[in-house]
Structure formats: C-alpha cells, structure tokens
C-alpha cells in the first residue's frame, strides 16, 4: 500500500480473474466464457462509419440497447439498466441499496465479486452458511434484515433455485431488496424475470458475457421495478453517464436481436454439457447437477488442486479454489465438444485408465 | 428516490452530459468532442477475427495498451493505468487516497465530476474560489492538508497553469497527492507528465475522449510513480478486472501508435480555435485564452443563456451553466472550420449585424 492509499480499503481482496492464456494451444476452461464466436449479426453492425464515430460519446442512455433487451424480455425501457459489465451494476448496487444498517447477506460460496463490493460499500456482510450438499437453503433467505444477493444458478456449484423458491423468499422479505444475478440462467435455471411484475423488492441481473457469447464487450443488465432502475440510473448517472462504449452498444443490441443464434449456442452448450457429465460420473467423478455453462466435480482420491495442476500441465486451465469446503472440486467450463473430448482424454490420462477406454473402441 | 435506495447518496447530483444531437443538420459544439474521425489505425485494427473474439474477456492487465502509453510517453509500464474513460479513473481516484480526514481540494468551478466523486467518497471537499478573472492562483493550493485535483486545463475557462506553476504546488504538497487531470493538455499547456519522476506526490490524467478522437471508445489513462499505479490497479482489480472492453483496447493501442495522425488533428484544431477567438473579439466578445479544445466567451449585452438559446435555435449546441460566476459566458467546442464558419455566422445573426459583415465582403 502506498503512502497515500486510503486505509479503508487496505483490506479489499482484489478479483483474480481467471489465468489467460500463455499458449495458443491451451484449452481455457476456467472463465466460463462461451467457446462459441459472437453472433454474424454482430461483425455486420460494426463497419467504418461506426468506427470513425468513435470520435462522440456514447449515448448516455444507450436507447438503442436498453430498447432491443425491453423488447426481448417484454418489458418496458423503464424496466431496464445496462451497465459496463454486470459487475458495474453489482458495485451501483451495493453502493445504491442499502438500509440503514447496510446489512448485506449472500452465500459463503458464491461469486466472489460479492464480497468485493460488501466490504467497500456495506456496513456490514453476513456470508449464509451453504447446506452439507453445497446447496442454498431458501428458508436461511426468510424474513432477513438487509439486502439479499443470490447467484442463480450459484457459482462455482451450478446449482440453481427453482422461482417458487426465489419467490418465497421475495415473499419473505417485503422490506428487503433481492438481487438475483442470472449470470448463468440461461442454461437451464429458471429465469426470475417473470416476477419482476409482482415483486417490487426484486431486481435481476444478466450479462451478456456468458450466453451471449460477448464477455470482452462488457455488458451487463438489470431488470426491475421502473423506481429501482430510475436509482440505478441516478447513481450511474453520477459515476459514468457515458458507461457503455459506442461498440458495445452497437455489439449488444445486435447480439439481442440474433435469438437464434443465442438459443443454437445455448443447447450447444447444454447438449455438451449433460455428456461430459455422463463420462465425467461414468469414470467415477462426483458432478453437482449444475444448470450452468461449467460443470462442477470432484474425484474421491484425487484432490481439487492436483487435477486442476494436472491439467494445467497438460495445457487445459480450470478452476480450483482452496476455500476448505469445496477444495476437492473444480469448476471446469463447458468448451466445444473437441475441447471437451480433450479434457476427457487427459482426465482419463491422470486417472491411468486411457489404455482400459482405448481397448473398448 | 425509491424506498432502497441509500439515503448516503441521495444528495448525489446526477452529471449532466451535453445534450444529444436531436436532428441531423444540428452543429455539436457542447461536449469537446473531436470534430475528426478516429484515426485510420483504428479501423483497420478491427476485423472479423477481434469480433468473433469478443466471446473473450478482455486482458485485465490491458497490456497492448499499456504497452503503447508507455512507449509514446517514454515511461515504464509500471507508471501506467488504464480505465474505461478517465471518468472511471478520477472514480477511482477518489476513492483510493485520501487522507484520514478525506479532505479534497477544487476549484469551485471545474469539471462538475469531481464534485460528485467527492460527495460520494470522500469526508470533505472543499471548493477553493477562482480569481477574478477566473484564474487558479498556484497559492491558494500551497501548503493544504488533503488531497488536491486540478484540471490543467481548467474547464470551462480553457485557462491552464504553467508546468512551473504546477511544480510551485507540488513542492508545497510533499505529502498531499495532487492530481492533475489533462483532458484537455494536448491543444497547447505544458503537460506534468515530465514532473512524474521527480515527484511521487503527482498524479496525471489524460484521456482518448478528446485529442485522440475515441470519446465513444471510453479509455482514459493515469500516469504517476509505480507506487500509485499499483494502488490504483489495486482499486481497480477489485472492481473492474476487466474495465476496458476488447475492442476499445486494440482502438486505443491503435490510435496511440498513430502519432502523425494525432498531431495534425490537434494543430487543426488550435488553428480553428485561434481564428475563430480572433473573430469572436472583433465581433466584440470577451474570449479566454483557451488552451483547451473549446473556446469560453461572453458578450457584454447579452446573456449567456440567451446565446446559447439563440444558438440553439439555430441548431448550434454550446454549453451555458447558470453558475452565477460564469453565467454570462458560453463554452464553445472547436469543431471543423466549416462547422465554426456557421457558428461565427449564426453569431452575426443573433447580434443583427450579418448585413455588415456581408458589405464588408
């Protein structure tokens, strides 16, 4: 910390993103981007006359985007905030909604970023306790005194939340605005956007890193009541009223309108998904039901860290954490199926029973 | 303010950016943007290859881009931060130092955002008087006790100190970060960025917005002692890993390489602005000595809200705040000599004397 740095931030953790890339044949599996390009409609939108546009600032507003979201999820423009990632609109809102207390609840595991902006922004964090199945118990989210904020499907687990649960829970806490990232609701999860109608205290985010298959354009939504995201705008307003780049609302709102293209690379994903799965258990692993776009899993005898270390060696990067509860998984992105036939093959490797799968075929 | 909202913020004025263009024919002179297109490096940056790689995260480090500040302004790597406008940067800025008291000194008329940050994150900011003639005076900023940002050039006024004048401050705040913002330092100051090495206390910002013609790419860029760059890479990493967006990285490292290109832009651009304050004071115009991208002017019979209503009347935007200070004055951005021609011409009208100037011809 150097002499000037403020002291209350001295303990803040800085996010470690994923490892990049040091090889070009490195299979990367550990940022849960999508292995699928952008959408055709995307490098359409971008030609010289939007390049050389560049010169003028972004519409503060981004009407364009905020409009073709609205129009996807049938809601109205009032309805919808974007952001420069939804990890700008998670710090608006720790830093906007907070009671008096600034209490703040969200799981012990879950996206790390929450606690980031808890320990910045919030008076106080309280990280709920997971149940013996890394599973989120909605009756520990009832009836709380602060605001709540749920990954669903959760991170690194995949495991996700019916919206009758999510719905008890906005029912249980009247008083208490719900945050429900849906980073990684379209594989499968039950998306809450439905209950944006009836349930005043509820706001969802999305992004447009994983399904829609844009993580280096930066673009993250929030959807709820019109007065919700009138305060997430007033707030953004004041930090970044330009926050969204020319680009990325022109790459955005042409990802959008591309539905078929989305839905094609989602079951892609998912197809892949439930496979790897199959062969992941078929060779003895433990594999959470996840409803995500990584599976996570462990092997009894093989710690979290040695497979992920193995891999590595074998230039396939995934995710590890040392966090005691979960330091015998990993949590390993769904690639393309080549990738994950890759994946399999050097697990099979570690495993020593390539030559038992090589003698079948 | 919605019934979740933190009453901490409730005080927050929103930034008001530059009213957008309504109709085409209109003639933007109210945002400082560049009247010049990206430079040519950016567009052929840009090709299917980085579009489908937007699936991607974008590098955290940003390291093309820090790669290619350092090297245009001789520096190391170590002495460089990036963010997603130099709005994000001054965000952040405030946040990371401050004194145990959060003391922060400005000018009382200055870039509104700074007022903003300091309401939102700071204990105390104190709004230092201009001059009579709207000047800084280097000895009102001697010897402080918090933290001190300084536009050089000031906005609105375009009136910019010496790099002498600035290093008097600096010497008089050896343990106060003074920060000086260079948005708009490429049409004419003497830029700090030669003072870093000498003084750890200093910090500079500057911007693509303006002399690199990328406003609607977002990137603004720090440059201090590798001991604040770090703290604000600290700040940074914990809320926006990934602040800056693909596409607007490989723009940036473009535009910077592109130094003949910049160069040009900016003399013609100082060339547009000497002529048209030289017709502004013969028309009989109070006109600063701007060494900004904008002109700030007031004619003695007429108010400066009354111009720029006029002026907008005749779709011409240029800014007017009702500051008692300065509410005589407007801000005029340089656009193109063409775009100028019908401002200096729609001036003439306003002041009925079009039918003399067209004699005179």
Redo the contacts between chains.
Sequence with gaps: ?????????DR????E??E?IQQKKTI?LN?N??????SPF??RS?D?FE??????????SAEKLIKAIAKNFSLDESQVAVG??S??LL?LVF??????E?RVYFPELTYEFYS??AE?FCGSKIEVPLGDELTIDPADYCGLDG?IVLANPNTPTGLALTRAQVEAILRANSDN?VVIDEAYGDYGAESCVPLIEQFS?LLVIQTF?KSR??????IGFAMG?P??I??MN??K????????????VI?GTASMKDQDYFKKCINDVKRTREAVAKELRTLGFTVLDSQANFLFARYPSLGGGAYCQALKEKNILVKHSDSPKIVDYVRITIGTPEQMEQLLKATRDILGIEELRDSEK
């Design positions: 910390m150097g002499r000037f740095f403020s002291i209350k931030y803040l953790r800085p996010y993103p994923g990049p990367k940022t981007e999508s292995p699928y390009p952008a995307v490098y971008i010289q390049i050389d546009n560049l010169r003028l600032y972004s519409d503060p420069n990632g990890d700008e710090a830093m906007a909604f907070q009671n008096q600034g980031t902006c910045a605001t605005l205290n890193s298959n844009l993580a280096g354009a930066r009541s007065e919700l009138q305060d007033r707030i307003r004041a930090f970044h009223p330009h926050n969204i780049n020319r680009l990325s790459a």
